[in-house]
């Protein structure tokens, strides 16, 4: 998830996506134009006596519905902080914290697979949410009547706070709740396996969180929706990482001996009929046998073809090579890629010489072969993660 850095704090970058930027102001508006309603509800619950007329005078609910939004998300970020001080504490790098349209996430650059120190991490953030919510109420308890403004938005930082700390321990992987019940399952299950449970209970949550939000609230939908596509891809991805267990870039690489190379001298339009005659839309590019460069299909649509005899590769590949070292881990391989926003990497040993090229179809390849002749990942039997992607596949 991308975002504009506005700080960081613990050495953790602190990002809002630009959902963030719609869902707050709607979320003060939101607020403000009930307050008269809320009021009396906070009244109800903590047994006070906040003059509805007060609050819902001239500008006020607006003033209030900015200031609670904006306390609201300052909690949530708190309780992300919660979950990444925790994982910092067992050795886990935090890439960011961004706060976006349904409240905030932290990005891991790796999710932990030890059951305990996933159920530590998971119930950090609601037990933050709760402990904010108290430090709401007695600040609530303890502002004189006399500024009823301050009262209701602690009243309502202090409502909100627990009903997020609840909300978030339903199973609904990947949220809290979900994560709590996989670290569960692992204690007695592989750690795909416990995923993989997790997430089916988590797309059923959504599910029915989809169908209550159709006669409730549309936001519900959205949320769902999300819950949905985040319990899968997380499920997907832990199968990826199961499967290629001690499988490096080595292993699955096409050697340089069996490689299809071009020169950089050579025209675009002998590329593209290479291209049609091997069925290949990407080549590593050498010059008196150095590697200089890639050269793919869509670099080629950049030349008209009236021009194509006249070009040379030299003139349209990429010279900035990202490349990957045998002994990598194949998981590392697919990350680049998926960074990049490359279809294949080319292999370089210490010297820098090429020794192989890895690409998409080869994980996918790899991938099925490992499914199918089990691998002990406990895997399904329906489409694996890398061939459900039609364009991860091409090479």
């Known amino acids: ?12 970058p602190i990002k809002l996506d630009l959902t963030f930027l719609l869902v707050l102001p709607l979320f003060a508006w939101l607020i403000g134009s009930d307050v008269g309603n809320l009021a009396a ?34 909690c949530v970020l708190l309780h992300e902080f919660g979950h990444s001080l925790v994982a910092m504490h067992y ?35 609601p037990i933050v949410s709760v402990a904010l919510g108290g430090v709401s ?36 992987f990947p949220m809290d709740g979900g994560r709590v019940l996989r670290a569960l399952l692992a204690r007695t299950r592989p750690h795909a396996r416990a995923t993989q449970i997790a997430a089916e209970v988590g797309k059923l949550f959504a599910v029915v969180l989809a169908i209550v939000g159709l006669f409730a609230n549309l936001f519900l939908v959205a949320l769902a929706f999300f819950i949905y596509i985040g319990a899968s891809s997380e499920a997907q991805q832990t199968v990826m990482k199961a499967a290629f267990q001690d499988v490096t ?3 699955i690489m096409t050697p340089a001996t069996e490689l299809e190379t071009v020169t950089a001298d050579t025209s675009i339009a002998v590329l593209t009929d290479r291209m049609f005659s091997e069925r290949h839309t990407g080549y590593p590019v050498l010059s ?10 869509d670099d080629t649509r950049e030349v008209r073809e009236v021009e194509r005899d006249a070009y040379r590769v030299e003139d349209v590949m990429a010279k900035d090579l990202v490349t990957i070292t045998p002994d990598a881990d194949a998981m590392d391989a697919i990350s680049m890629m998926q960074r990049e926003g490359v279809g294949r990497l080319p292999v370089v040993d210490e010297a820098g010489e ?17 499914r199918t002749r089990g691998s002990g990942i406990g895997v399904g039997s329906g489409s694996g993660p890398l061939s459900t992607d039609p364009e991860f596949a091409q090479r």
């Open 41 to 74: 509800v906070l009244n109800d619950m903590f047994g006070s006596a906040m003059p509805v007329d007060v609050l819902t005078a001239g500008s006020t609910p607006w003033l209030l519905g900015g200031a609670a939004a904006t306390g609201l998300f300052l």
């Open 249 to 251: 870039v080595a292993d």
């Open 137 to 172: 109420y007695v600040a609530f308890l303890v502002v004189p009547g006399a500024l009823p403004t301050v009262q209701f938005v602690l009243a309502y930082l202090a409502l909100t706070n627990v009903a997020l700390a609840v909300f978030n321990m339903l199973p609904g």
């Open 91 to 125: 050795g886990y790098r935090i890439d960011s914290i961004t706060l976006w349209l349904f409240g905030g996430v932290a990005r891991f650059a790796e999710m932990p697979e030890d059951w305990k120190q996933e159920f530590t991490i998971a119930v950090a953030g």
């Open 1 to 12: 998830m991308r975002g504009i850095r506005i700080g960081s704090a613990f050495g953790i």
């Open 354 to 370: 090429l020794v192989g090229l890895i690409s998409r179809s080869d994980l996918v390849t790899a991938f099925n072969i490992i």
């Open 288 to 297: 008196h046998g150095n590697l200089v460069g890639m050269v793919t299909l």
